[in-house]
């Protein structure tokens, strides 16, 4: 046994202790599994390997309620039933806060650092600058993905050859979003490009391990498992000289000059404000939207490319949509938005595969609780979530929801299609409630409400001109036929398998 796997047991054992006795009194009912010191303390750690099913069973206690499942630390508050989730996603951050839940799942204190919670100013840039630039910037993405596919594929010949699938897409994917936030020559940097991807494993993984310390350890014990300073040293070597010379740049010609990069040191400077106009603090938004971006579109990805080796059928009505409206229209991210069974193929992919037992996680900050219209009152201070798995797979929301379906939400948008610009989700029609970017109570891969994902317009740009390359260079298949790779679970976290594989030859 090695000395970290010690640590996590001796943690472990600390932090169900620490449960134990912090158990509490709340009117709100516990899963039946759960009642019990013993008990509890059992399902507590069935949640650790299998999340769904214990809160599939709560689900199943509670059609239409509010239930507590223990885990090792506290007690998890699930809101079941539509009207709940619309609820908590319409709440605004002074009552239900979505920096303190993610604080918690992600430990960013520890792993990101205090001020970015306190100022999450680059959310603003995302939604805006970032988004708004998309179609302009979209021959550079283009072009990216050109290059990183040729270069991290590197096939030469047309043989098979079999790929990790996680690693390698995780490559392509932070090159081509850095075409966007610090533009060439940085984002073709390798060690650049492997500083934000470790840091990304690093926020996901080790917020986990710290997660295990109990809280009065934390600021003692945390620092050594986090790697936000080392990993704030070393991308200041690259970024350190670029961000002096763009804000002495701004400083002195100020923020219009002719030939300001387009990119997202520019669209962070056009808010940035006080403290946050140093290079320290710059670099550290930096990393923390790669962060963002990079693990989220890969994991998407990845699984998106296990269903094709799954469902095959799938390869040849996309490869011929492609290839036809690129033909039509060329690339543009215009002509993506022509590529209906591609964006399906992937909402219908992130629907299954895309979020863990739980989701839209809140703390409870309004000092009375929180109370749904029902007039359930959840305490102050409780972490409060969606069943997310369970809302994709219920048969009132989707057809047939244990199938694999790639084309039912093309489907279903072609009877409306006659209506206006598919990514405007602000139109009330069937047809704009089943494209990949719009979120819904029945659908909450990027989240719903006020904090819905403010990236996921430059992540469906990105996912389906990667796809549609894909298809159209490139044979993929199973390494192992019928086998679909499992995927990796942890409590309520879920991610695609990192060791999985599938074979990859060029076609053209
Ligand atoms: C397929 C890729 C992605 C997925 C599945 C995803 C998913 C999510 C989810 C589930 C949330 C929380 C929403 C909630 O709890 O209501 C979120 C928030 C966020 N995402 Fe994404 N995301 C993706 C890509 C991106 C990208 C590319 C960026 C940046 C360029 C980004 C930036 C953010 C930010 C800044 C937030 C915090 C929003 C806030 O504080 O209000 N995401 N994302």
């Not at 506290?74 to 709440?91: D, H, K, M, P, T």
Request: aromatic share 8%; hydrophobic share 40%.
């Amino acid at each position: 046994m090695t000395t970290t796997t010690l640590l996590i047991y001796v943690l472990a054992a600390v932090a169900a202790a620490t449960w134990l006795r912090s158990r509490k009194q709340s009117p709100i009912p516990t899963i039946a599994e759960a009642e019990g010191v013993l008990s509890s303390h059992r399902t507590a750690l069935r949640f650790l390997g299998n999340a769904t099913d214990v809160v599939a069973r709560g689900c199943h206690q509670f059609p239409e309620g509010v239930f507590r499942l223990p885990t090792l630390f506290r007690w998890e508050y699930v809101a079941n039933g539509l009207q709940r989730l619309s609820e908590i996603a319409a709440a605004p951050e002074n009552i239900l806060s979505f920096h303190d839940g993610a604080a918690d799942s992600l430990q960013t204190e520890y792993t990101i650092g205090a001020a970015v919670k306190h100022n999450p100013y680059h959310v603003a840039t995302v939604r805006g600058s970032l988004t708004r630039n998309l179609a302009r910037c979209f021959p550079d993405v283009r072009d990216e993905i050109v290059h990183a596919f040729n270069d991290v594929l590197a096939l030469e010949g047309k043989e098979w050859k079999s790929f990790h699938v996680l690693p390698q897409v995780m490559q392509i994917v932070a090159r081509t979003s850095n075409r966007l936030f610090v533009g060439l020559p940085l984002c073709r940097n390798q060690e650049f490009l492997d500083l934000n991807v470790n840091y990304t494993i690093h926020i996901f993984t080790r917020g986990q391990l710290i997660k295990l310390i109990p809280e009065f350890l934390k600021p003692t014990l945390a620092p050594w498992f986090s790697s936000k300073n080392s990993s704030l040293r070393h991308a200041l070597k690259f970024l350190g000289p670029l961000l002096e010379e763009r804000l002495a740049k701004d400083q002195e010609l100020g923020a219009d000059y002719p030939d300001r990069p387009n990119d997202a040191i520019s669209w962070l400077l056009d808010i940035a404000t006080d403290e946050e106009r140093t290079v320290p603090a710059l670099a550290l938004r930096i990393l923390v939207i790669n962060m963002a971006a990079i693990h989220t579109s890969s994991t998407t990805l990845t699984s998106a490319l296990y269903d094709l080796t799954m469902y095959p059928e799938h390869m040849q009505p996309m490869r011929e949509e492609a290839e036809r409206v690129i033909a039509e229209e060329g690339w543009s991210k215009a002509s993506l938005a022509s590529m209906h069974k591609i964006d399906s193929f992937l909402r219908e992919s992130q629907r299954l595969s895309a979020t863990g037992a739980l989701g839209l996680t809140r703390r409870v900050v309004a000092k009375d609780g929180f109370t749904f219209s029902d007039g359930t009152t959840v305490p102050h201070g409780a972490f409060l979530s969606v069943p997310a798995n369970a809302i994709h797979g219920d048969p009132d929301n989707y057809e047939n929801p244990e199938v694999f379906d790639g084309f039912r939400f093309s489907r279903h948008r072609k009877q409306g299609s006659a209506l206006a610009d598919p990514e405007d989700t602000n139109v009330n029609g069937a047809v704009f409630t089943q494209h990949m970017v719009t979120t819904s109570p029945e659908h909450v891969a990027f989240g719903h409400g006020r904090h819905a994902c403010p990236g996921r317009f430059f992540a469906a740009t990105e996912l389906k001109a990667m796809l549609a390359h894909m298809l159209i260079n490139y044979d993929v298949k199973a390494d192992v036929e019928g086998v679909r790779p499992s995927d990796m679970v942890f409590g309520a976290m879920r991610t695609p398998s990192a060791t999985g594989k599938i074979m990859i030859r060029r076609r053209v």
